[in-house]
């Protein structure tokens, strides 16, 4: 199957030039089923474009690399040279560990206490300064080869790393009290509960039906201590007003509301309408130091 070379949503400012890509930074999000990417002004300091690409999941990592290039055929000027590239690796073959237990020729064993080996892959790391905390995570041979074939100046991160820093920096000195963020992916969405300012909690969830998704929801709230009737949740990724997903766990969490755009970046005027709650990953990606 011919991967469809138009992406599913897109959103470019007149102000962003093809032929002038040096001048933004790329951040992009290579997920199992597609990929996303935000172009940012550094100059203006404003966020002028998004695009939303999907397409199959492919049955063997090697091949993803395969269906990057059929839309980059289509579309050439993804892979002309930036200021400066972000990939953000969104899988869940990844573990956090707290830097003061961190042995960097321990990495792989740490890894293998929750990861199912992985053929073909390297084991890399993103130092979470914010919440001293050291990702591992497994990188496909295939796509770190094909990320750095088409930008050579990448850097790479996992999706994870920007979730948990993003949120730790845009809630810092915005006082003391529990705060949790739920990030809903493909049938999986991550638990982030920060407490006093601080990463307390972090996991993933996998659900095939929204009662699931509540259960896993509702139970590891139980296990925190945080009150459903008070505490409040924040709702980020694939999710918004008219989601079952939404639907069922106002019914139980009713101080749900989903997180605030990010104002310390500008968003051209094609970005305004957006729910930028789905987009908050890869429009606060650029404000970590990963």
């Not at 998004?50 to 091949?63: H, M, R, S, T």
């Not at 830097?99 to 020729?105: H, M, S, V």
């Not at 892959?121 to 050291?134: E, G, H, S, V």
């Not at 918004?240 to 755009?261: G, M, V």
Request: aromatic share 14%; net charge negative; proline share 4%.
């Amino acid at each position: 199957m011919i991967t469809p070379s138009k992406p599913i949503f897109s959103r470019l400012d007149k102000a962003f030039k093809e032929d002038l890509t040096r001048n933004f930074h790329l951040t992009l999000r290579l997920s199992p089923n597609g990929f996303s990417f935000v172009i940012y002004a550094p100059d203006k300091q404003k966020y002028v474009g998004v695009e939303v690409f999907k397409f199959p999941a492919p049955e063997k990592e090697i091949q993803y690399a395969s269906k990057i290039d059929e839309i980059i055929m289509h579309r050439q000027w993804i892979a002309f040279p930036y200021q400066s590239v972000t990939v953000i690796i969104d899988h869940t073959a990844n573990c956090l560990i707290p830097t003061p237990l961190f042995d960097e020729k321990e990495k792989g064993t740490y890894l293998a206490f929750n990861q199912v080996f992985r053929d073909n892959n390297r084991i890399a790391f993103d130092t979470l300064k914010n919440a001293d905390t050291k990702n591992i995570y497994y990188l496909s041979n295939p796509l770190v080869e094909k990320i750095k074939e088409l930008w050579a100046n990448a850097t790479i991160v996992h999706l994870s790393s920007v979730l948990i820093e993003s949120l730790l920096i845009t809630n810092k000195n915005k006082g003391l009290e529990d705060k949790v963020f739920v990030n809903v992916r493909d049938q999986l969405f991550d638990l982030v509960v920060l407490r006093e300012e601080k990463l307390h909690f972090y996991n993933q969830f996998k659900f095939n039906t929204k009662e699931d998704f509540l259960y896993f929801l509702l139970f590891s709230m139980e296990q925190l201590r945080l009150n459903p009737e008070t505490t409040e949740i924040n709702f980020l990724g694939q999710i918004d007003k008219d989601s079952p997903l939404y639907e069922i766990a106002w019914h139980y969490i009713r101080n749900s509301k989903f997180i605030a755009r990010n104002e310390n970046f500008k968003y051209s005027y094609v970005l305004e309408d957006l729910l930028s709650s789905q987009y908050f990953i890869l429009f606060n990606a650029q404000q970590c130091e990963l």
